[in-house]
Nanobody, 124 residues
Framework: QEQLVESGGGLVQPGGSLRLSCAAS????????LAWFRQAPGKEREFVAA???????YYVDSVKGRFTISRDRAKNTVHLQMNGLKPEDTADYYC??????????????????WGQGTQVTISS
């Protein structure tokens, strides 16, 4: 059974860093795009970043220059390095896997598999 498991969330002060990880199992995801979404309380789930099987990356404008997505194809994992964290980055972060076309890579409906989420809180 396919499974995505996130880790690495926590509480950090503004300006701090966190590294989220997502371990995929149950199938080979090497040909899938892997993405991170986040959902703040009372808000819709939003796209954060994605990485294609061949390495192309995509980011929401609000995290460009601060977040970096990467993947380890051999280990079936994807990471999100988050630097310069802001209170508005506070949310539950979800890992997802799918085969979106470029025009829909930021859409939640393009992803078939989802993790349970990891909480990220930015507060002083």
């Amino acid at each position: 059974q396919e499974q995505l498991v996130e880790s690495g969330g926590g509480l950090v002060q503004p300006g701090g860093s966190l590294r989220l990880s997502c371990a995929a199992s149950g199938r080979a995801f090497s040909d899938y795009a892997l993405a991170w979404f986040r959902q703040a309380p009372g808000k819709e789930r939003e796209f954060v970043a994605a990485i294609r099987s061949f390495g192309a990356t995509y980011y929401v404008d609000s995290v460009k220059g601060r977040f970096t997505i990467s993947r380890d194809r051999a280990k079936n994992t994807v990471h999100l390095q988050m630097n310069g964290l802001k209170p508005e980055d506070t949310a539950d972060y979800y890992c997802a896997a799918g085969r979106p076309i470029t025009s829909t890579i930021r859409s939640t409906t393009s992803y078939y598999y989802w993790g349970q989420g990891t909480q990220v809180t930015i507060s002083s």
